[in-house]
């Protein structure tokens, strides 16, 4: 860092190619411990009250985010920036943890965020919840899928639970044993892929639902008037 050229905040290194001969490129260095950021280290780190932000621009450090998110829902415990195992500088991702279910719905309802600070960083980024890969089955506890996890994950905010298959199945589409389509497949720390008809599947349960009820109303209705005819 020290050979480098200063411009203010900015860093250069003059470095020459076949056809350029020392051209200025901007370093960006960063620091390890910007990586984590703890805000509210009195709150439990949940990672079912955690968010999963996608696109994080590069130089923000964690104690941005933590800092942009806590000002947008509140509540923020933790933020921290995903970073190459190897050459340890951010992917470009990053993760929130809420401690209250009231901001990270809220966040998550969002799905996309704003991120500004300085004069450099100004990125609308997605948010979903953060999947985890060792979730038991929130319906079962397991016992239907001989104790594995959960390879499925609801996001939809009415919902936001972790299924084996069989109760998936059940759960979000009766009549075909879950479809295709309406799965959120879950993706280990890349997050949820979302589906859009994740509204609609629930939708169609409810309607389903009151079908059933109005149903059995109708069949009692019938058996009164066949009891009183007898
Ligand atoms: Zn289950
Ligand atoms: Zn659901």
């Given at each position: 860092?020290?050979?480098?050229?200063?411009?203010?905040?900015?860093?250069?290194?003059?470095?020459?190619?076949?056809?350029?001969?020392d051209?200025?490129?901007?370093?960006?260095?960063?620091?390890?411990?910007?990586?984590?950021?703890?805000?509210?280290?009195?709150?439990?780190?949940?990672?079912?009250?955690?968010?999963?932000?996608?696109?994080?621009?590069r130089?923000?450090?964690?104690?941005?985010?933590a800092?942009?998110?806590?000002?947008?829902?509140?509540?923020?415990?933790?933020?921290?920036?995903?970073?190459?195992p190897?050459?340890?500088?951010?992917k470009?991702?990053?993760?929130?943890?809420?401690?209250?279910?009231?901001?990270?719905?809220?966040?998550?309802?969002?799905?996309?965020?704003?991120?500004?600070?300085?004069a450099?960083?100004?990125?609308?980024?997605?948010?979903?919840?953060?999947?985890?890969?060792?979730?038991m089955?929130?319906?079962?506890?397991?016992?239907?899928?001989?104790?594995?996890?959960?390879?499925?994950?609801?996001?939809?905010?009415?919902?936001?639970?972790?299924?084996?298959?069989?109760?998936?199945?059940?759960?979000?589409?009766?009549?075909?044993?879950?479809?295709?389509?309406?799965?959120?497949?879950?993706?280990?720390?890349?997050?949820?892929?979302?589906?859009?008809?994740?509204?609609d599947?629930?939708?169609?349960?409810r309607?389903?639902?009151?079908?059933?009820?109005?149903?059995?109303?109708?069949?009692?209705?019938?058996?009164?008037?066949?009891?009183?005819?007898?």
């Amino acid at each position: 860092m020290e050979a480098c050229i200063s411009d203010g905040e900015r860093h250069y290194w003059c470095v020459s190619s076949p056809t350029m001969k020392d051209k200025p490129v901007q370093i960006r260095p960063w620091r390890l411990s910007e990586s984590d950021f703890v805000l509210d280290a009195s709150q439990p780190l949940d990672p079912r009250k955690t968010i999963f932000v996608g696109g994080v621009p590069r130089p923000l450090r964690a104690c941005e985010l933590a800092n942009i998110m806590n000002s947008l829902y509140g509540g923020v415990c933790y933020a921290g920036i995903d970073t190459d195992p190897e050459l340890k500088y951010p992917k470009g991702a990053g993760r929130v943890a809420f401690s209250s279910q009231q901001s990270y719905i809220a966040a998550i309802s969002a799905r996309f965020v704003q991120l500004r600070h300085g004069a450099d960083i100004d990125k609308r980024v997605e948010v979903k919840p953060y999947v985890l890969d060792d979730q038991m089955c929130d319906e079962c506890g397991g016992a239907m899928s001989g104790g594995k996890f959960a390879p499925f994950f609801c996001a939809n905010v009415t919902c936001l639970q972790y299924y084996c298959d069989h109760c998936w199945g059940v759960i979000h589409d009766p009549a075909s044993g879950g479809s295709s389509t309406s799965r959120w497949l879950k993706k280990g720390q890349i997050g949820p892929v979302l589906c859009r008809s994740g509204g609609d599947v629930h939708n169609w349960w409810r309607l389903l639902f009151m079908c059933a009820r109005v149903f059995s109303y109708l069949q009692g209705f019938v058996r009164c008037r066949v009891a009183l005819r007898v």
